[in-house]
């Protein structure tokens, strides 16, 4: 399906600079099979960005390049909270692996939430330890607080009963909101998310991007989520962002 991106910046404002914003991306797999170009994409405080496409068309590939963890083969612009990182990408950049590493995964953990596809809770922690990490990593001002906001985090995921329990002890849609509270815990001002509602019923589908979208409008936050459900998504007022495949080559911009 090769339609036209749908795209409204609803409620954002244009004078605000975004959030994140990518120009000329270009991801190619290794070996030449896939590649993944981003002409242009732009995420604004308070939007919400439904990214939906066929499977195999690099939706997860799109959030590993957006929450730095997979590295561009070609980049002309690339900026998450106005600082530019393009040139820590560029060939002839003076950047040493190891200290663009150190950068990436310090505004990652500061700034970027991310639910995986698969929840990614460590085994040996309880829901609320989990939830708690992010925290802890950071040593914010707000891990003084943070039993209460994880306890109104988990009462609004329906989780509250979960939190003294291990991820083995819990469903797959249970876990899955425990990843959806440990990702918003630290309120990053931009969250990433593949699939979050993928293992839930519909109903609670609908309370978590419900959710996201009320994080995005309360925090002054950007959220990305990939997913197939179009329905939730439209329902939850997200904008669709539509991933044109062309061969072996997939288009993603808003
Ligand atoms: N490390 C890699 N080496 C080679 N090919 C890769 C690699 N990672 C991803 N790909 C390829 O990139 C393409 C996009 O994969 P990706 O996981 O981003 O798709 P997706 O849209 O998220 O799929 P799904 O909806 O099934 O989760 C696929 O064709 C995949 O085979």
Not at 39 to 48: F, M, Q
Not at 177 to 199: C, G, K, N, S
Request: glycine content about 8%; proline content about 7%.
């Amino acid at each position: 399906m090769n339609t036209a991106p749908t795209m409204v910046q609803s409620g954002s404002c244009p004078a605000d600079p975004p959030l994140l914003h990518a120009e000329a991306l270009t991801w190619q797999a290794p070996g030449g099979d896939f590649t993944l170009e981003i002409p242009s994409l732009t995420l604004h405080k308070r939007t919400c960005l439904g990214v939906i496409g066929p499977s195999g068309c690099g939706k997860s590939t799109l959030l590993g390049l957006l929450s730095l963890a997979l590295l561009p083969t070609k980049v002309r612009c690339l900026s998450l909270l106005e600082r530019q990182l393009a040139p820590y990408l560029s060939p002839g950049s003076h950047t040493t692996n190891r200290k663009r590493e150190r950068l990436f995964t310090t505004l990652r953990a500061e700034h970027v939430g991310f639910i995986p596809q698969t929840g990614g809770l460590l085994p040996f922690l309880t829901a609320r330890e989990n939830i708690a990490l992010a925290l802890n990593v950071l040593e914010t001002p707000s891990s003084g607080q943070g039993a209460g906001h994880i306890d109104m985090l988990a009462e609004r995921l329906g989780i509250i009963s979960c939190l003294e329990k291990l991820p083995s002890q819990l469903s797959v849609g249970q876990r899955q909101r425990v990843a959806i509270a440990r990702a918003l815990i630290h309120t990053p001002p931009i969250l990433l998310a593949d699939e979050p509602t993928a293992p839930l019923h519909p109903s609670q589908a609908a309370i978590v991007l419900d959710l996201l979208r009320n994080y995005a409008e309360t925090q002054n936050a950007g959220v990305i989520v990939v997913s197939h459900d179009i329905d939730a998504l439209q329902k939850a007022e997200f904008s669709l962002v539509q991933a044109q495949m062309k061969g072996n080559k997939t288009i993603i911009h808003n």
